[in-house]
Nanobody, 124 residues
Framework: QVQLVESGGGLVQAGGSLRLSCAAS????????MGWFRQAPGKEREFVAA????????YYANSVKGRFTISRDNAKNTVYLQMNSLKPEDTAVYYC?????????????????WGQGTQVTVSS
């Protein structure tokens, strides 16, 4: 069983920055890709970013490309999401997720384990 605990959400003004963290436990963290998703009120959960096991390969949704950066520290079993130039439309609950298989994925159905989510609110 994999446990994921997110932190770092909050309220920020448009143009500001936040860094989300996700601490993982329960399996060999460094052997698996990780991902971030978000869900805004009334909308479906959407892919934000993913990173492979080593951190050498990353994927981003077009809506966040150039503003968000996913990274990981395998020594700390932690994955991060650095969010810069935040916009009101980035407001959502952000979820850390671990995939069923080792490879990085952009579809939610490929992820088996989910954190509890952390709220990010961007004011205009």
């Amino acid at each position: 069983q994999v446990q994921l605990v997110e932190s770092g959400g909050g309220l920020v003004q448009a143009g500001g920055s936040l860094r989300l963290s996700c601490a993982a436990s329960g399996r060999t963290f460094s052997s698996y890709a990780m991902g971030w998703f978000r869900q805004a009120p009334g909308k479906e959960r959407e892919f934000v970013a993913a990173i492979n096991w080593s951190g050498g390969v990353t994927y981003y949704a077009n809506s966040v490309k150039g503003r968000f950066t996913i990274s990981r520290d395998n020594a700390k079993n932690t994955v991060y999401l650095q969010m810069n130039s935040l916009k009101p439309e980035d407001t959502a609950v952000y979820y850390c997720a671990a995939p069923r298989d080792r490879g990085a994925a952009i579809n939610a159905h490929d992820y088996e384990y989910w954190g509890q989510g952390t709220q990010v609110t961007v004011s205009s």
